[in-house]
């Protein structure tokens, strides 16, 4: 089992950035990818994000892609989401996500989520 607690949404205008954190825990010392999904009211969760054990496999979906940027820091058990240039239609509330068994890159190999962390961008 992992643990993953989110941290750093927030209101924001568009046009500026916020950077999303997450701890796992429970696994520590054990490979697993992270990633991050979002929902926004009314609409399907959609994979924003994921990365690999190793860091070097990532995946982040074209909507956001050149704005947002995953990284990882195994040390700390830690995942991020740096989202720059925001605009309204990113607002949602951003999950963190683990994958036990794959290497991140697909939405449908995860099985652990965070309670989430809510990001509101104004126009």
């Known amino acids: 089992q992992v643990q993953l607690v989110e941290s750093g949404g927030g209101l924001v205008q568009a046009g500026g950035s916020l950077r999303l954190s997450c701890v796992a825990s429970?696994?520590?010392?054990?490979?697993?990818?992270l990633g991050w999904f979002r929902q926004a009211p009314g609409k399907e969760r959609e994979f924003v994000a994921g990365?690999?054990?190793?860091?070097?496999?990532?995946y982040v979906r074209d909507s956001v892609k050149g704005r947002f940027t995953i990284s990882r820091d195994n040390a700390k058990d830690s995942v991020y989401l740096e989202m720059n240039s925001l605009n309204p239609e990113d607002s949602a509330v951003y999950y963190c996500?683990?994958?036990?068994?794959?290497?991140?890159?697909?939405?449908?190999?995860?099985?652990?989520w965070g309670q989430g962390t809510q990001v509101t961008v104004s126009s």
């Open positions: 990365i690999s054990w190793s860091g070097r496999r990532t």
């Open positions: 996500a683990a994958d036990l068994v794959g290497n991140g890159l697909i939405p449908s190999g995860y099985e652990y």
């Open positions: 429970g696994r520590t010392g054990s490979a697993y990818a």
